[in-house]
């Protein structure tokens, strides 16, 4: 992905890199190997004017204690604070989120900040709110929801659930694989057969 690694100065560029991330951002060194392999651009990125700016924005921004960054998140120090981090941050808040809503949001769903707006955020949030008829409040509770392919699985599900008469919270919606979505279908056809025949035998007793 990086050929430029095998070329690059290991004591100049990668040791400082590596430095930085175990002293600064404390990751944990056996957790080193993970943070390199789901990011090996950080190798080859400028310390100064990159890694060391980013990684105050998000800590001001809340990635700090539990929320700190960590080998799953190591991908946001490679983003750009104005072009990409901001963008992301100031849509969210264009939907009414306040500032400390956006920031729960995206440390319980990091993955915000790394979606493109254009591609992934805007259709997710105009299908949920045309189509699905959606209230943000919820979204707000299941940041996740952006996580999930609109194609693959949000519109799929979403439409078997119309079909059948049924409605579920987005996150008993997504968060499930399929056969435990298929599952709950099925028991949820078997309790409203239920409750149409105690309502029939109720209305039968009546008369």
């Not at 890694?51 to 204690?65: A, C, H, I, V, Y």
């Not at 952006?146 to 119309?162: G, T």
């Not at 079909?163 to 987005?170: A, I, R, T, Y």
Request: hydrophobic content about 40%; some cysteine; overall charge positive.
């Amino acid at each position: 992905m990086y050929p430029r690694l095998l070329t690059s100065d290991i004591p100049a560029d990668v040791e400082p890199v590596v430095d930085f991330l175990l002293r600064e951002v404390l990751i944990p060194f056996d957790d080193l190997p993970k943070s390199l392999t789901r990011c090996p651009r950080i190798l080859v990125a400028d310390l100064t004017n990159q890694l060391r700016p980013t990684f105050e924005f998000l800590k001001e921004f809340g990635f700090t204690g539990v929320h700190r960054i960590n080998c799953q998140t190591t991908l946001l120090l490679v983003s750009s604070v104005e072009r990409t981090l901001k963008l992301k941050i100031e849509f969210l808040k264009s939907l009414g989120f306040s500032d400390k809503e956006v920031e729960r949001m995206v440390l319980r769903s990091p993955g915000l900040l790394t979606y493109s707006v254009e591609n992934n955020l805007v259709p997710k949030v105009e299908f949920f709110m045309e189509e699905m008829k959606g209230d943000l409040e919820e979204i707000k509770r299941f940041p996740q929801y952006f996580s999930f392919s609109l194609e693959k699985k949000i519109k799929p599900r979403y439409r078997i659930l119309v079909e059948q008469g049924f409605k579920l919270p987005l996150s008993k919606m997504l968060r499930v694989s399929d056969g435990e979505f298929n599952a709950r279908l099925i028991e949820m056809r078997l309790q409203l057969a239920k409750r149409r025949s105690w309502q029939s035998g109720k209305l039968k007793f009546v008369s």
